[in-house]
């Protein structure tokens, strides 16, 4: 596996420039922008998409079939792209996060424990996100995953309308008064809980990439 990281690493330093433009722009955003969540979330959100991009550049011009001529497994090609995933968004998430933070102490515009629960579900946000896209982009590739991942999103969104439509018509249960008492939930429990779905989350999404990668023919 550490081969395979040092591989996706490389194929990273291709795109510096970006990445650093990236990361100049978030951290522009929180030094002349009285927001400060919001280039959190933008930054870990764009960096997550470096990890799709190196499946995009293994899986093009049959790059499939020479790179598992190497002595890689399938398993252990599935687990170094949600390794990556992780090791890429969690290092984007300390430094945004931390500049945050300074901006905070010296501006005194938030409060510091506020912003690391956003910083929290965020975090969580991240991890949604690699445990939703990779299954997908395994399975169809570059421009069929992202079209197979934006109707996946679809049909979600509408078994969500359907759902509160059966629980307020027929069990009368109004969803937008539960989302109201969301609030009156310990705000860190509530974020160490999402923390904990997230990663079950990607811990299924694993197993189902595992399986993807283990009857996928090049």
């Not at 939703?132 to 570059?142: E, R, S, Y």
């Not at 359907?162 to 249960?173: E, G, P, R, Y």
């Not at 809980?193 to 189902?208: E, G, Q, R, V």
């Amino acid at each position: 596996m550490k081969g395979l990281l040092i591989k996706d690493y490389k194929l990273i330093l291709n795109q510096k420039n970006f990445f650093c433009l990236m990361i100049a722009l978030s951290v522009g955003m929180l030094l002349f922008s009285d927001d400060v969540i919001f280039p959190l979330g933008f930054l870990i959100f764009v960096i997550s998409l470096f990890t799709i991009s190196t499946i995009s550049y293994d899986d093009y011009n049959n790059g499939y079939a020479f790179l598992f001529t190497l002595p890689i497994t399938r398993k252990g090609y599935v687990k170094e792209k949600y390794c990556f995933g992780l090791l890429l968004g969690s290092f984007s998430w300390i430094l945004i996060t931390l500049f945050g933070l300074l901006v905070i102490l010296n501006r005194n515009t938030l409060p510091i424990d506020e912003f690391m629960i956003s910083a929290i579900l965020i975090l969580a946000m991240m991890i949604a996100i690699l445990a939703m896209t990779l299954p997908f982009q395994l399975k169809f590739g570059g421009e069929k995953g992202r079209i197979a991942l934006i109707g996946a999103f679809g049909i979600i969104a509408i078994i969500g309308i359907a759902i509160n439509q059966i629980l307020t018509s027929i069990f009368h249960i109004n969803i937008n008064l539960l989302l109201e008492n969301i609030p009156t939930i310990n705000i860190s429990v509530l974020a160490g809980l999402l923390i904990l779905i997230a990663f079950i989350c990607l811990w299924i999404s694993y197993k189902i990439s595992t399986k993807i990668m283990e009857h996928k023919e090049f």
